[in-house]
């Protein structure tokens, strides 16, 4: 890596550039260089977060405001541990605001997550059969918020990758079906692309108000949106 000076001035130019190594491809040395140049990551890592997606979920919750104090949280997908740190704040799982209820964070993961203060966290496909029963017996309940920044793994092609996404959002959504508490919120990560006009009308059955939001940390050049509805009718 190298910083590259293009002033005239004795300024520099910081932007770090990464050569193609051996057996690395074109797109992960893009890839690695967004990365080693985004301003969220090194936001995150300076803030003690586990990824840029930590803003994400902040940026949603400050316009929708569904991490409330005393909230029963289940994060789909939640690796590494973005989302699950700031929902611990916010619904105050750790009861450190003694004057405010206490949540409960309950995080899913095909992979093991390092134990995070506050969450409990388990291995589980939640899509396997009864999956839903199991996670309301971990809630002692059912839930407030059903969360997910799940991705199917890319493929390389647009389309495919689009239609994976929203098939897995879908599965997000009916779990959250299962699992909703009434007036519950449920946000997924979806891929704009033409296939999500299904999702969007179940879900106006099923929730009184359904938004789709880009958040200013989700990078300029990605199709992904945020599809927030509130107001489960039960």
Known sequence: ?????????????????????????????????????????????????????AFKIMEIDDKYRFLVPGARIVDLGCAPGGWLQIAVKRVNSLGERKDKKVGTVLGIDLQEVEPLPGTVVHQLDFLDEGADDQIKEWLNGKADV???????????????????????????????????????????KVLAGGAEGELQKLLKQKFTKVANFKPPSSRADSSEKFVVATGFRG
């Open 1 to 53: 890596m190298k910083k590259k000076n293009t002033s005239g001035r004795g300024q520099r130019d910081l932007t770090v550039k990464v050569k193609t190594a051996r057996g690395r491809s074109i797109s992960s040395t893009r890839w690695l260089q967004r990365q080693l140049n985004d301003p969220y990551v090194k936001r995150a890592q300076a803030e003690g977060f586990r990824g840029r997606a």
């Open 146 to 188: 059903v969360m997910s920044d799940m991705a199917a793994s890319s493929s390389g092609h647009k389309q495919t990758d689009h239609l994976r996404i929203i098939s897995l959002c879908e599965a997000a959504a009916y779990l959250a079906f299962d699992v909703l508490e009434e007036g519950g919120t449920f946000v997924a």
